[in-house]
């Protein structure tokens, strides 16, 4: 083999490995993290005062969670009207979920959810205003 043909053999397999990567790459699923995020950036700053308020009501962080029991206990500020709880899981949209809160103390089971991490977004509403708090949950 005289080195022509070798130049033109490396040219040849080195297009079929682009080539394969580019058909790989296709058929590779890319979740976005939200479907109407540039709708989500722009409502941006309602969530900033959210945060801020739910910061001045120097409360105890409303979510806590029991691993031996596999159970979140939640317990919102007095004087709340609504709420609701979402399980973000930033892996997989498929798996996040989303609970309406009853008034009182509540004890949600994290046994269905799948390891890994999990984003706890807790939102509410008291006296008319909203508020927003949000932490990580790792489940081993």
């Not at 682009?18 to 993290?33: A, K």
């Not at 939640?74 to 899981?89: D, R, V």
């Not at 046994?111 to 949000?134: I, P, V």
Request: net charge neutral; with cysteine.
């Amino acid at each position: 083999m005289n080195w022509g043909k070798s130049i033109v053999l490396v040219f040849v397999l080195f297009a079929g490995f682009i080539g394969t990567m580019v058909v790989l790459m296709t058929r590779q699923h890319v979740d976005l993290v939200r479907d109407d995020y540039y709708q989500d950036e722009i409502a941006y700053q309602q969530h900033i005062d959210r945060r801020a308020r739910t910061a001045r009501l120097n409360q105890p962080n409303p979510l806590h969670f029991d691993e031996v029991r596999q159970e979140l206990y939640l317990q919102l500020p007095a004087g709340w009207e609504q709420g609701q709880l979402t399980f973000y899981c930033p892996a997989d949209r498929q798996r996040d979920q989303t609970i309406r809160l009853k008034t009182g103390r509540q004890t949600v089971s994290t046994a269905a959810l799948s390891k890994g991490l999990w984003r706890l977004q807790l939102s509410w509403t008291a006296d008319g205003q909203t508020f927003y708090h949000e932490q990580t949950l790792q489940i081993p």
